[in-house]
């Protein structure tokens, strides 16, 4: 199957874009966007962390967890055990809502009775009150002070040492109880006699308090009301007087009369304004409707009220016939015929006599207009007139009669005044308070804090919650490649292997592990890579393979002479390239000299059997870089090495090509067009992410297929963990019984030689 590019648009970075292969079919899947088909049959489904993940990001960074539990939980346990054990007492304290209108209670001291919740807030706000606490103080004994100020000697807030009400203020909690009229008065103190103490003082003093409050609310009003009769009785009196005098200086008894005469003129004049104001208002609004329609320049006849004239009327009948008569014979006769010449005359003299009857009609009215508007001028004014009088006669008569009313207001308002203030003195003596004490604060026999189960709790799921936490940021914080759902869901590469840690072996040991079976592990790794490009349809068939990585010393040249071998053991004729003409690594690693090789090819023409290292394992040609190049990048791009790698397809089954980092230079980019795929070489815990991912763009925009990624060097300890799904337990044991015979014989036949990184 061949490797597809999956376009969803032009540009590359929109989003749209997408690498996507996949061995033996599948549907594939993507990550960021970037998409491809997984290895084996069938499609698989986007990589997510499993439990698994999570456990082994956990198990990378325990420490972190550790510590924190450690720390919280030892503060935890601190703080219990060196807290002053206090102890809560609570009373209760029962709020009445009694019916004011049972006991006779006036509106005024009916709010001072629980009827809705937002009575019940306002008493619990009283028992939170400043004047509460203050009045519990004052009813402290000299002992009970003594006792409740003895824990907290020496201690001071922002102010200054710690004062009694400061202290009963902070430790006092009021707390209703749901769907009641309950309230339980509770207080914490260190000693637990103190504690039932200040609790039934709290009580107690909210009932007094509010018992003193609504005797002394009345008290007021009572005072009130009669300091208000008082002056109510004066206003009377002053009122009779000046009606007295009033009625000697203006003669009230002949009022009425003079006041009726005038009525009735009033009545008649008003009749006389109306039926001018209707005429006047009907012919103004006709008028104009004329004016609009003369300053619209539309037909006055349209009018109705112009229409229905006699005159108007018949003409507009006429016309309308002739018109029909013109209609009519139009069918039959030209302009020109006689009949034609009567009607259309007639027409005109017809229209001609209408607006002559139009205009009359208009003028008519307009005459009947100002006529109209000069006689609603003239009633108006002579009910100015007449209503002047009548006001003049009324203001004497408002007056006397407001001091009728006054009087009779003011006498009554006296007399109410008296009333209630009767009824006030008579519900002094039976005002009660509002709340009673249903249950009396005792001595608890247990302390309320510290509470030692919830502090170890929250202490043990505190520190849990904060360690995991911290797991968690310093794991997202850490963009290193190091895990297969880095590399397949971030990078977007399958996974073809994870080769781990080497230990105790040169640099010329490691590249050629697989021809020494130095470490069965590597051994079995590079042989499923094999195994993997082997059955993949991409890469059965590739010639040319590239190794790169992202930066140096990621073991890329480990890989590709281990690759090469592996191609070799499994009876493939296959040739080492060594392209990294800055860096050349291969030769050292296998011991070879490198005097001559790929750039004396290239350069001076030399015969390239000649540079070929011939059967330096059993189907294993090396070509050396032959010594370090000025310009790679001219050497790379050459038609002569163009040509040189055509030749060798011919000679070979493989070819595999070890290139410089792509981060550090872009040789390896100007290979790209010469190979059939790649190999992405990673270390693990070493690369970051982002660099990885946006390397990995640059070979995918190249249109060069990506077999996929190696995971390089990864530490033994976290191998099973990390990468349990690439190894079998069932042969850990079969490893494990050869590799110290192995690595106690290389280390006595090896010698140090220039670093290759595994």
Known sequence: MKNDYIKGGGDPNSGGYGYGYGYSGGSGYSYGNYGYGGYGGGGEQAPQRSIKDYILIFRERIWWLIVSFFIIFSGSLLYTFNKTKVYTSVAVVRLLRDDPSAMGVSVELAQNQIVGAEDLNTQISLLQSGKIIQGVNRRMSDEQRKRFLLPYEGAFSFSGPLTPTEILGKYRKIMPQRMSLMVNVAYTHPDAQIAADVANLFAQEFINYNLS???????????????????????????????????????????????????????????????????????????????????????????????????????????????????????????????????????????????????????????????????????????????????????????????????????????????????????????????????????????????????????????????????????????????????????????????????????????????????????????????????????????????????????????????????????????????????????????????????????????LDDMIVSEVYPNLDVLPSGGKSKNPTQVLVSAQFEAMLADLRDRYDRIVVDSPPLAAVSDALNLLPFVDGIVYVIKFNTVKRKTAVANVRRLWESNTPVFGAILNNITTSLSSYYYSQYTDKAYQDYYIGQEDEMEDELAASTEPEEKVES
């Open 213 to 607: 409050e609504n005797i002394d609310a009345s008290m007021v009003a009572v005072e009130g009301l009669r300091i208000r009769a008082d002056q109510q009785k004066e206003r009377v009196e002053e009122i009779e007087l000046k009606l007295a005098e009033y009625r000697e200086r203006h003669n009230a008894v002949s009022l009425d009369s003079q006041e009726n005469i005038a009525r009735e003129q009033l009545v008649t004049l008003n009749q006389i304004k109306l039926e001018s104001k209707n005429n006047y208002d009907q012919l103004d609004t006709k008028w104009n409707l004329i004016e609009t329609y003369k300053r619209e320049e539309r037909k006055l006849w349209q009018l109705t009220f112009v229409a229905e004239q006699s005159r108007v009327s018949r003409l507009l009948e006429s016309i309308s016939a002739t018109r029909i008569e013109i209609s009519s014979y139009s069918k039959r006769y030209r302009e020109k015929h006689p009949i034609m010449i009567q009607l259309l005359q007639t027409l005109q003299e017809s229209e001609i006599e209408l607006q002559e009857a139009v205009t009359n009609s208009v003028d008519k009215l307009y005459a009947s207009y100002i006529e109209a508007k000069s006689n609603f001028e003239l009633s108006s004014k002579r009910l100015a007139e007449k209503e002047s009088e009548l006001i003049a006669l009324s203001k004497t008569r408002v007056e006397y009669n407001t001091l009728l009313r006054d009087l009779d207001v003011q006498q009554s308002f006296f007399q109410a005044l008296n009333s209630r203030m009767t009824q006030e003195k008579a519900q002094v003596s039976l005002k009660e308070a509002n709340a009673r004490v249903v249950d009396d604060a005792f001595p608890p026999l247990r302390h309320s804090s510290p509470n030692i189960t919830v502090n170890l709790l929250v202490g043990v799921f505190g520190g849990l919650a904060v360690g995991g936490g911290l797991v968690f940021i310093v794991a997202f914080l850490d963009d290193r490649v190091k895990s297969a759902f880095d590399i397949e869901g971030t990078i977007g590469l399958p996974l073809l292997g994870v080769i781990p840690r080497i230990k105790k072996l040169d640099s010329s040991t490691k590249a050629q592990a697989v021809a020494a079976n130095v470490d069965r592990h590597v051994t079995e790794t590079f042989r499923s890579i094999h195994s993997s490009l082997k059955l993949n349809d991409e890469s059965k068939n590739a010639k040319v393979i590239l190794a790169t990585s992202t930066v140096p010393s990621e073991g890329k040249s480990f890989v590709s002479s281990n690759m090469a071998l592996t191609f070799a053991n499994h009876g493939e004729r296959t040739l080492l390239l060594d392209a990294d003409l800055r860096l050349p690594n291969i030769a050292s690693s296998l011991q070879l000299p490198n005097e001559f090789g790929l750039l004396d090819h290239i350069e001076q023409g030399s015969r």
